[in-house]
């Protein structure tokens, strides 16, 4: 090989692994690690933290890592993303959105609470104000102090992860009670397939809401959840509707169809308002029957707040 062609080679190779490492910093959204600290794991994420003296970490990143290595497989990719621990006093500088500690992801972050988080203290005050065999079925899961953190972090913080691998290739969905749909059944896959042992952490909480009716849920049709979505419902009116699609999700896995997940994701990323035109109702499940199951489709057909 001639020098000349051997340099070529060389430059065109450094070349294509700028443009790839470009790529990967591109997606993850590092305007928002700015002060932070990193902590040094095994993991093949990066973890940042506003606070040094961290603790409680370990469970969180270890199901992390855990559900990365099963997505990754399912979906058939290896995602890059960042995990981010954040006082509740830090929130609004690292954070996407309010309230504080309440997990979110977005443009390849994921961000946690390192405090106990605002909505899980609010709610377990509405809760133990209530009589208390209304919530002591709550005490063998989340503790005599009822912390729902063990609820709204160690087990939201993988719909959130779920999110990402969507959020990767597209962030328009035709509806966004789908994109919930998709993040919260692959929480249930993972869980129910992979960590067991928080399976109890996982589906308590909602059994409680859901059984506690839908008195505190002034909007209940999915067109008012697209039109309001978090910005315009109440937290309880939202968590309302986040447990309706997790009796959905479950139901759907339950029945044996885990796989439906990397076929729902493609439709996600296929059908994105950034590529498509939005579908009708009629459009939309007709296209969901065919490319994704019929379990999704008859969530559209049969929800039953109309």
């Not at 290896?78 to 443009?107: C, R, S």
């Not at 076929?263 to 065919?290: A, M, Q, W, Y």
């Amino acid at each position: 090989m001639k020098k000349s062609t051997f340099t070529n080679l060389i430059a065109i190779l450094i070349c294509c692994s700028t443009l790839q490492m470009q790529g990967q910093e591109s997606w993850i959204d590092t305007s928002v690690h700015r002060g932070l600290t990193e902590l040094k794991t095994d993991y093949s994420f990066k973890t940042l933290t506003s606070n040094d003296a961290i603790k409680n970490t370990a469970a969180t990143l270890n199901n992390l890592n855990r559900s990365k290595l099963y997505f990754d497989r399912i979906f058939q990719t290896e995602l890059d993303f960042a995990v981010l621990f954040i006082e509740n006093k830090a929130w609004g500088k690292h954070a996407y959105f309010p309230p504080p500690g309440l997990p979110q992801a977005g443009n390849g972050n994921v961000i946690l609470g390192l405090d106990k988080s605002v909505v899980s203290q609010e709610v377990e005050k509405m809760i133990t104000q209530l009589p208390q065999q209304y919530w002591a079925s709550l005490k063998p899961i989340y503790g005599a102090d009822i912390d729902l953190d063990l609820f709204y972090r160690e087990t939201l913080s993988i719909h959130e992860l779920v999110h990402l691998y969507h959020f990767k290739e597209g962030t328009k969905p035709q509806r966004k009670w789908l994109q919930e749909l998709f993040a919260t059944m692959g929480m249930y896959a993972f869980i129910k397939k992979e960590s067991v042992s928080s399976y109890g952490l996982m589906d308590t909480y909602p059994e409680f809401v859901i059984q506690s009716g839908d008195g505190m849920a002034e909007f209940k049709t999915l067109k008012d959840f697209e039109e309001k979505y978090v910005q315009e419902l109440t937290p309880q009116n939202y968590e309302w509707y986040q447990m309706q699609l997790y009796q959905n999700a479950k139901s759907i896995i339950d029945a044996g169809k885990s796989d439906i997940l990397p076929k729902f994701l493609h439709f996600l990323i296929d059908t994105d308002l950034s590529k498509t035109e939005i579908l009708s109702d009629f459009e939309l499940s007709t296209r969901l029957e065919k490319e994704v199951g019929k379990e999704i489709a008859d969530i559209l057909i049969n929800w039953k707040y109309k």
